[in-house]
Every structure is written in structure tokens, then in C-alpha cells.
């Protein structure tokens, strides 16, 4: 059942992608890198803004752990991805609309989708004015992933949930004592990396 409301959902995006050749370009670059530059600059402009504030330890020890939650999230999917083994529709789907190469590895969870989720729930965490922006982009790059025709609605799905799981815990998790760390730094030459004040 959910296998068939999964498959559904994912040819009526390809329809839409079908009808709209003028996006193609700009939805498959989005799709396949710029999604992910875009969600790590936010990263990178957290950091900068994080080292100008009175509380600088804390926000770059988090925004450190943002960017770690993203890798370990990729990590991650290297595993789940091929314990699941779920064929990709661009391979198992007849006269459907690709617009990316379609790899061979295991279409659940989106490793894309891990890696937006994990971005969005620890800028969230960082600074709430860069997380709603990263949660848009995580939820386009979502859409993205199904509408080039790599991946079913319940990959990306499955694919934000678990990125954002991995990135809001070690967030909290770790951020105490990756703080302790971040206040001992600044009493070294890597000072200027941890604050700027």
C-alpha cells in the first residue's frame, strides 16, 4: 500500500518535471550540488557571525557540530543505504523523466536528504534566523531529489528525518563539552578561529 502511494506520488512529480522542461537546468544543478553549497554556506556565515557574539565559544563549538553532523549523517546513510537495498526508480520505473545520472547504490534514504536534514536541525540549533532558511532549502533539496527522478517520496522523507535526528543530537549532545573545549582555545593561536572580539 505504502509502497504504491510512494510510487504514485513520485510519477506525478515526474509529470510535473515532464511539463516543465524550462526548470530542468536550474532544478537538476540544485538537485545535485547547489542545494548542499548553499546549506553549508549558511553554515559558514553562522560560524562568522557566531565568533562577533559575547557567548563565541558556544556558537562555534556549534556550528562546528553542525558541520560534523552533516559528515556523520553521510556516514550513516553509507550504512543504512545498502542494509536496505531499495532499487532506485530510475532504475525500476519504465518512461519516466531523469534529468541526473541515475547511480546503483541503494535509493533509501537519500543521502542528500541526510545531509539537508542534519544541516537544518543544527543551524536551528545554531541560530533560529539560519535555520528556517536552511529548513527551506532542505525541503526544496528534498523535492529536488524526486523531481530529477533519483528518488521516491518516502527516501527523502525518511532521508530529513534521520540527517536531522543525527544533526539535532550531536548538537546537544556534545555542545557542553565542545564548548569547554572552544573556551580553552581561546587561549591559544587558534583564537581568532573561535572569536573575534
Known sequence: ???SIDT???RTVNEFARDTAWAHGTVASYASWAGLVLLASL???GW???RRRADAPRQTATAFLVGAGAVLALLANQAIGPAVGRTRPCHALAHIEVLLHCASDSSFPSDHAMIAGAFAAGL??????LGLPA???ALLLAFARIYVGVHYPTDVAAGLAIGATIGATLVLLLRPVATSLARQLTRTP????????
Open 190 to 197: 587558534l583564537r581568532p578561529l573561535i572569536a573575534n572580539r
Open 1 to 3: 500500500m505504502i509502497a
Open 8 to 10: 504514485a506520488w513520485y
Open 124 to 129: 536551528l540549533l545554531l541560530d533560529v534566523r
Open 43 to 45: 553554515l559558514v556565515v
Open 48 to 50: 562568522l557571525l557566531g
Open 135 to 137: 529548513l527551506v532549502l
